[in-house]
């Protein structure tokens, strides 16, 4: 407990000296904190009007102790006690240890009272008002990175009037874990300073029930018509119903391929272009959500026995990000690619080769490639001119599944044979050899 206040003096110490030293005037803004402040969070009220030095009348109140990596949590400014209003506000979340940066991404929100901001060249990373109206509470969602472990704190600057304000109001400590480890972290609760009023359950946005029909996805629309499309599970394209979704489009010389992954929690998504529709020596393009923003990779692939992926030695410069998006744990990319690929040894010619599309998506990153596809995983069905547009499915497994099935029901047959052979014919066929062995002996060992 020692250990966990003073690191939090410590923040909140950092966060004093930076205010002091970055005091630049600004014009206070109705319609919310500038971006100029995103490090200091202080606001500048005519004549220089410091923050107020009291205990602060209001809170940041979280819905959970615990978050799992690319997980959804709600996050309130409420008053103390409840139904006290303000004004503006500003909220962001940074690492509670050195070098404190700011952490993880807002969702856009309903509120017209609340607008996104973008801190530090990162979407969405902080949040202020929108109008000063007053306010009796403020709901945000917010989501940790999916490469992001540790602690988080919570700090928000609230002004109730225009001579009265608090900067860096914390929340309680916020622990970001692994995705399959959240059970096994006890919840903690605060209590609060006062009743608060009664809530519902939080759900986030992306769980929600849907009410209403929902609206068919954009990405759909060219669909065999100006781009070759290809998700997983295979059909889902028909259906509009995909986990996973990629799209090739060529034009002239102009290679383009996007990418979208609707799994909640995903940590990738990521493409190959494979000769055999199997994994190995594929080239890979992957896209990875780090602090808010879509990083771009390329990859290469080994195969059997030591299935892995590696960046290392594969030019990062043959493809360019284009398009990116991270909302609400949607993932979407749109890359160009040059037409030649060198990667070693291995050529990857687009205009002149025909390559099996091999679409990827998971919840796990390794330090130097993307973690197993767990999500999913599926080749498309044969090799295509990338330039044909074409509908496309995936590669059946049914040939594969028929040769498991016969070699069991041989292996449970055969091997019942030879033991039957084995104990009641080894003293039927006495003496009776074939290549100087017994022909009991060499029946049964052919089972």
């Known amino acids: 407990m020692f250990k966990n206040n003073t690191r939090t003096l410590v923040l909140g110490a950092v966060l004093i000296a930076i205010q002091t030293i970055s005091w630049t005037p600004i014009m206070s803004l109705p319609q919310g904190a500038p971006e100029t402040v995103c490090d200091t969070m202080l606001p500048f009220h005519g004549g220089g009007i410091p923050p107020s030095t009291s205990l602060p009348p209001f809170r940041i109140e979280t819905s959970s102790s615990v978050v799992g990596q690319g997980q959804t949590m709600r996050v309130d400014i409420v008053g103390v006690p409840p139904g006290l209003s303000f004004g503006g506000f500003m909220l962001q979340a940074r690492n509670r240890n050195s070098p404190h940066q700011i952490i993880g991404q807002f969702n856009p929100s309903s509120d017209s009272r609340v607008k996104q901001m973008n801190c530090e060249s990162s979407v969405g990373n902080s949040v202020t008002h929108s109008n000063t109206s007053p306010k009796q509470s403020v709901s945000l969602e917010w989501q940790p990175p999916v490469d992001f472990l540790g602690e988080v704190l919570f700090n928000a600057t609230v002004a109730q009037a225009y001579d009265s304000f608090w900067v860096g109001i914390p929340s309680n400590t916020v622990q970001v874990v692994r995705r399959d480890t959240v059970g096994s972290y006890p919840q903690t609760t605060r209590l609060p300073y006062v009743t608060p009023p009664p809530r519902g359950p939080y759900t986030p946005q992306t769980e929600s029930p849907m009410t209403t029909q929902p609206q068919d996805d954009p990405f759909y629309t060219d669909c065999g018509r100006s781009k070759t499309c290809f998700g997983f599970p295979d059909g889902c394209i028909e259906t509009k119903s995909c986990k996973s979704i990629s799209a090739v489009m060529v034009r002239g010389d102009v290679y383009e391929f996007e990418m979208k992954s609707l799994s909640s929690g995903a940590a990738y998504i990521a493409l190959g272009l494979s000769e055999d529709a199997k994994m190995g020596d594929d080239l890979v393009t992957e896209c990875v959500?780090?602090?808010?923003?879509?990083?771009?990779?390329?990859?290469?692939?080994?195969?059997?026995?030591?299935?892995?992926?590696?960046?290392?030695?594969?030019?990062?410069?043959?493809?360019?990000?284009?398009?990116?998006?991270?909302?609400?744990?949607?993932?979407?990319?749109?890359?160009?690619?040059?037409?030649?690929?060198?990667?070693?040894?291995?050529?990857?010619?687009?205009?002149?080769?025909?390559?099996?599309?091999?679409?990827?998506?998971?919840?796990?990153?390794?330090?130097?490639?993307?973690?197993?596809?767990?999500?999913?995983?599926?080749?498309?069905?044969?090799?295509?001119?990338?330039?044909?547009?074409?509908?496309?499915?995936?590669?059946?497994?049914?040939?594969?599944?028929?040769?498991?099935?016969?070699?069991?029901?041989?292996?449970?047959?055969?091997?019942?044979?030879?033991?039957?052979?084995?104990?009641?014919?080894?003293?039927?066929?006495?003496?009776?050899?074939?290549?100087?062995?017994?022909?009991?002996?060499?029946?049964?060992?052919?089972?």
């Open 289 to 447: 959500p780090q602090n808010g923003r879509v990083s771009l990779y390329s990859s290469y692939t080994s195969g059997a026995p030591n299935y892995a992926a590696t960046r290392a030695n594969v030019p990062q410069n043959k493809a360019r990000l284009i398009e990116s998006s991270v909302i609400d744990g949607v993932i979407y990319c749109k890359i160009q690619r040059e037409v030649i690929t060198q990667v070693s040894s291995k050529t990857f010619d687009l205009l002149n080769n025909r390559y099996h599309l091999l679409i990827a998506s998971g919840t796990g990153l390794k330090e130097n490639s993307v973690g197993y596809h767990d999500i999913g995983r599926l080749p498309s069905a044969a090799p295509i001119n990338l330039a044909v547009v074409q509908d496309l499915s995936g590669s059946s497994t049914l040939l594969l599944r028929l040769h498991g099935a016969f070699m069991v029901i041989a292996w449970i047959g055969t091997t019942s044979l030879g033991i039957i052979l084995a104990r009641y014919f080894k003293q039927t066929w006495v003496g009776k050899q074939i290549c100087g062995k017994d022909q009991w002996f060499v029946v049964s060992s052919m089972h």
